[in-house]
């Protein structure tokens, strides 16, 4: 699902790249980065296992250009290509724009594709979305490699509707930009499907604030990310009297300070009562012990913020 910030005249998108365990995923990335100017990129987040597996996803923001005075913002995560972490992969394609299904082009591999590619179509399913409906590119991975599939043969297993696809060798970086440049701009044409989108967008919202657009096949749904204030509760008749009575918890004005019998401020002050009957005490805010680094003093050293870590040492029994 597409954001817009009316701020800062952003829209971000997600870009899932998907896969089998090692055809090139966290790869693609990798290179991505290694390719983009600084100014275009952020620092990417990768989370691997010793074997250098992506266990989580990678997240690589993206500026690749504008709609209609809008910079677009492509964020770019890849899935585990293990099966036993479906549900982090379910996870990760929760409000995808668009996806890159990467396949290994080895003859060994030809099972783990069609499993992964089936597992995608099942987690797009129960998200309510169809991947025939969505921007979707295949990139067909480790060309250089020995016994591979042809693209012909590839494509008979892997493309019945003839979508975009790539030959790569992605450690070299072949085919990898251009793979990604297809499916951002296929994004953005399924973004102006709808004529006036952002101009509709826009009238709903008053450009005011973050709000996330989904394209339907009805049109353009514009939700607010940040929930709205709660309207107040219309005025209602009192009901009827009951014959048990609760104490109200509702806040009561606080009766007035004790006068204080020492020169100094007094160490506690005396508040509301209690729907107990027992006083309650509350010592002054300027008295409130304070953890850490005072506020009114930004001239503090941050050294005392340290803490020494000394290692343990066990008690002789």
Do not use: W
């Not at 003859?107 to 998200?127: F, H, K, V």
């Amino acid at each position: 699902m597409s954001s817009i910030n009316f701020a800062t005249h952003e829209i971000s998108c997600k870009v899932v790249y998907y896969g089998p365990g090692l055809s090139g995923k966290t790869t693609n990335l990798q290179v991505i980065h290694q390719k983009m100017p600084q100014d275009k990129r952020t620092d990417m987040v990768s989370l691997a296992t010793e074997g250098d597996r992506t266990l989580f996803f990678d997240f690589l923001p993206l500026n690749l250009g504008d709609i209609k005075g809008f910079k677009t913002r492509f964020q770019l995560y890849t899935v585990p290509g293990q099966v036993y972490y479906n549900s982090t992969r379910k996870l990760v394609l929760r409000g995808v724009d668009g996806i890159v299904f990467v396949a290994d082009s080895q003859r060994s591999r030809q099972a783990e594709n069609l499993e992964s590619l089936q597992n995608l179509r099942q987690n797009l399913q129960d998200y309510g979305m169809d991947l025939d409906d969505m921007p979707f590119v295949l990139q067909y991975n480790k060309r250089d490699m020995d016994n591979v599939f042809t693209l012909d043969e590839m494509n008979a297993e892997l493309n019945p509707r003839n979508i975009p696809f790539f030959p790569a060798t992605a450690h070299n970086g072949k085919g990898v930009v251009t793979t990604l440049k297809t499916i951002a701009m296929l994004v953005i044409e399924k973004f102006n499907v709808k004529q006036g989108a952002l101009r509709k967008a826009a009238e709903n919202v008053n450009n005011t604030g973050v709000h996330n657009v989904s394209l339907t096949k009805d049109g353009v749904s514009v939700q607010n990310s940040k929930p709205a204030a709660a309207a107040p509760a219309a005025a209602e008749p009192a009901p009827a009297a009951s014959p048990f009575r609760m104490p109200s918890f509702a806040a009561k004005p606080q009766a007035p300070a004790a006068p204080s019998t020492g020169s100094g401020p007094s160490l506690f002050q005396k508040v509301a009562p209690s729907p107990f009957g027992r006083p309650r005490v509350q010592p002054p805010v300027s008295r409130m012990p304070t953890f850490g680094r005072e506020l009114n003093n930004p001239n503090q050293d941050s050294s005392d913020d340290d803490i020494e870590l000394r290692p343990y040492v066990p008690k002789k029994k």
